[in-house]
């Protein structure tokens, strides 16, 4: 009878034990992010770009260069209805529970999932909702639950455009600093998003607005005014339903410009920037390192890549020595190195490039111009058979960049 007690007395020690250690959300502390049991982590990750919010480029276009303009592009050539269903097999095939588990194989710790408020909001009806968007983040923060890994969710374009550029598929300026109408959409949007997905602890966050107010504009320092009380009303509408997560602000000119930031105003933010393009070396970085210290909050590099693998290695060994996460851009694309995996790129798909670069001024050249619908419906068949993850290839040079082999 004594070993049956000392046996039940065990088993009940022990599920406290587990009970006490049950995960919590990650969250700031001082100039270090904690997991979800309290421990240190620096994250290591990917962007899942040109899914949730397609860009130009990635599809192999120089002119034709946001969703806006791709979607425009494929309605001239097969029609609104065969482009509907072809933006829904698109968002079906391109991430899936396969690309994530793959991605947690790799042993990265966190995914940042872009998205275009498009999918959430309708843009000429900003009262109106929509369920698309709101499926798509469910069945990414699903599979990242099922591997454990973190997730963060990103507003790359948002109402009204924060950027000014293709990026944000906006009209070429960044309206949303300027419009009440689209900031109110916007801290509404990140409401519901907060609301619904606030008990969710593989979510680390939410990333509020990417790369705001570009750098060509000339009344940029004017905008650079509005972000910051832009951004406190939009964590105070988060804070009204949760509590919880993190929340991680950009700063203005592509993420880079840290002067637009006071003190911070919440204690659970992480500031974020990024970096293209340039020497990877200390001078690049040291005043975000300088911004950290000065007010004891985390620094995390949301995005960077797009060169070769002997760059990527040397700016990452760079963050890595300074104690700073990052999330590289981007896992897929379309015939790159440039990316972790990679999906061909067919003949039919040039004869779309080609007509996407033709002049395209008034109705007479559109017909005149474009490939025949065979083509062109092959080709977008090619495409989403191919970017499906067992047709991709690995590009292994990339991963080595990355610490990974």
């Not at 933006?87 to 042993?107: A, G, H, Q, V």
């Not at 509404?188 to 602890?201: G, N, Q, V």
């Not at 690049?284 to 693998?309: C, H, L, T």
Request: proline content about 4%; aromatic content about 14%.
């Amino acid at each position: 009878m004594p070993r049956i007690l000392n046996l039940v007395f065990l088993l009940i020690i022990s599920s406290i034990t587990i009970f006490s250690q049950s995960k919590e959300f990650a969250r700031a502390h001082g100039k270090i992010i904690l997991d979800a049991n309290g421990k240190e982590i620096l994250f290591r990750g990917t962007n899942l770009g040109n899914w949730l919010n397609p860009e130009g480029y990635m599809f192999h276009f120089k002119d034709v260069n946001s969703f806006r303009l791709i979607d425009e592009l494929f309605k001239e050539l097969v029609g609104a209805d065969e482009t509907r269903l072809f933006w829904k097999k698109f968002r079906d095939n391109y991430i899936t529970r396969n690309d994530i588990l793959y991605l947690k194989k790799l042993d990265f710790n966190h995914l940042r999932v872009p998205f275009n408020f498009k999918l959430f909001v309708l843009e000429d009806h900003p009262e109106i909702f929509i369920e698309e968007g709101f499926k798509r983040l469910d069945d990414v923060i699903n599979w990242c639950e099922e591997a454990d890994l973190y997730v963060i969710l990103d507003l790359h374009a948002a109402p009204g455009g924060q950027t000014g550029d293709n990026i944000d598929d906006s009209w070429g300026y960044p309206y949303l600093m300027e419009n009440e109408t689209a900031r109110q959409t916007t801290i509404l949007l990140w409401k519901k998003i907060a609301e619904r997905y606030k008990d969710k602890k593989i979510i680390l966050g939410y990333d509020l607005l990417n790369e705001p107010i570009a750098h060509f504009f000339e009344n940029k320092e004017k905008l650079n005014l509005e972000l910051e009380p832009l951004y406190k009303r939009i964590v105070s509408a988060i804070r009204e339903v949760d509590k919880n997560h993190i929340i991680f602000l950009g700063g203005a000119q592509w993420n880079t410009n840290f002067d637009v930031f006071g003190e911070p105003f919440d204690e659970n933010l992480v500031y974020t920037f990024h970096k293209y393009w340039m020497p990877p070396v200390q001078d690049e970085i040291q005043a975000y390192i300088n911004f950290r210290e000065k007010y004891n909050v985390p620094i995390w590099m949301g995005e960077s890549g797009e060169n070769e693998d002997k760059w990527i290695e040397s700016f990452r060994i760079l963050l890595e020595n300074n104690n700073i996460g990052w999330s590289f851009w981007p896992y897929k694309k379309m015939d790159s190195t440039r990316g972790i995996v990679s999906f061909p790129k067919t003949e039919e798909w040039d004869a779309v490039i080609k007509y996407a670069e033709s002049s395209r001024k008034n109705f007479e050249e559109i017909r005149k111009n474009k490939p025949s619908r065979e083509t062109v419906l092959k080709a977008l068949d090619a495409l989403l058979y191919n970017i499906l993850f067992k047709n991709c290839s690995i590009n292994y040079g990339y991963l080595n960049s990355l610490g990974i082999k």
